[in-house]
């Protein structure tokens, strides 16, 4: 077993030795929200948002983007488990921000190791071969950090299985401080018509 997993198992031991009732909260969120975020491990949407377990549900993935897969989520989420707000929240030093799909796919193309960053430039640092399988992914990388939540809320609210009564608020979470900053023109976007 490897440390990290050790670790696991024992943090889970003891979590589940403490669960009490919470085996009865409702599979819909109790606060009746979901939020879409990135995954950055800086970034814990329970503190930032105030919540419990069971009040929302929380979407992640690389750069908290509007992906088809972030959709799918969002609009089972309202469809089948009565959310309704949503909540777009990007943030500071965004390590989305950090490389272009060009950089990820050359990268790759030389090997699957992990590369390393010097904090101007991207190196592959591995022997093993790579893969041109990335040519086919777009990485929904971030060049504007205040445009990518405006065209995250708007991707969102302009789909067509998104009803147009969902608030969609758009924020960037600061890293440095630990606030959210509203990106007025997203939370527009997104207001109910």
Request: with cysteine; aromatic share 6%; net charge negative.
């Amino acid at each position: 077993m490897t440390k990290i997993k050790e670790e696991i198992v024992k943090a889970n031991a003891l979590y589940a030795s403490e669960f009490g009732d919470k085996a009865a909260l409702g599979l819909p969120p109790a606060r009746g929200f979901a939020i879409l975020t990135c995954m950055d491990a800086r970034l814990d949407p329970a503190k930032v948002a105030g919540l419990a377990e069971g009040d929302a549900h929380v979407i992640r993935n690389a750069g908290g983007r509007a992906s088809d897969d972030a959709i799918r989520s969002l609009v089972i989420s309202y469809k089948l488990l009565g959310t309704k707000e949503w909540f777009v929240i990007h943030h500071t030093n965004c390590g989305m921000e950090l490389f272009t799909d060009e950089i990820m796919r050359d990268l790759l193309a030389q090997s699957l190791t992990t590369a390393s960053f010097d904090g101007t430039k991207w190196s592959d640092t591995g022997t093993s071969s790579g893969s041109r399988a990335a040519e086919f992914i777009d990485f929904l990388t971030i060049k504007n950090l205040a445009e990518s939540v405006v065209t995250d809320v708007e991707r969102i609210r302009t789909h067509p299985l998104v009803p147009k009564s969902i608030p969609i608020h758009g924020y960037i979470y600061d890293v440095s401080n630990g606030r959210l900053i509203e990106v007025p023109a997203a939370s527009e976007l997104g207001r109910v018509a």
